[in-house]
């Protein structure tokens, strides 16, 4: 018994417009192409499990920083500020310069 495979047959042709654009924004040399070898591509980083030299690779392509220690102060300084909002306010006596408790 032999097997039929089903195949379609058009008449239609497709055009990917995308790759058009992409030829025609090269000739105007509005996109320059670069080859980019593979062990270098910025991609990588987000598709696949790196090795830690490759992990920093990644994070220097894409120009990260550690900001841990910049959220640490800011934390610390909302700390005081919400300390400070949170003092009870006091009356300073201009004549004799004492601190008098508000009522």
Same mark, same amino acid.
């Not at 495979?5 to 924004?25: G, M, P, Y």
């Not at 990260?64 to 959220?71: A, E, G, P, Q, R």
């Given at each position: 018994?032999?097997?039929?495979? !089903?195949?379609?047959?058009?008449?239609?042709?497709?055009?990917?417009?995308?790759?058009?654009? %992409?030829?025609? &924004?090269?000739?105007?040399d509005l996109i320059t192409v670069e080859y980019t070898e593979s062990a270098l591509m910025m991609a990588d980083g987000l598709t696949k499990?790196?090795?830690?030299? !490759?992990?920093?690779?990644?994070v220097e392509q894409?120009?990260?920083?550690?900001?841990?220690? %910049?959220?640490? &102060?800011?934390r610390l300084n909302d700390l005081e500020e919400l300390k400070l909002d949170q003092m009870e306010p006091?009356?300073?006596d201009q004549d004799e310069n004492e601190v008098l408790p508000t009522d």
């Open positions: 018994m032999t097997e039929e495979i !089903a195949q379609l047959k058009t008449n239609l042709q497709h055009v990917d417009i995308h790759n058009h654009w %992409l030829h025609q &924004e090269v000739q105007k499990a790196l090795t830690n030299n !490759a992990f920093e690779r990644f894409m120009n990260l920083k550690d900001v841990s220690n %910049l959220l640490a &102060e800011r006091v009356e300073v």
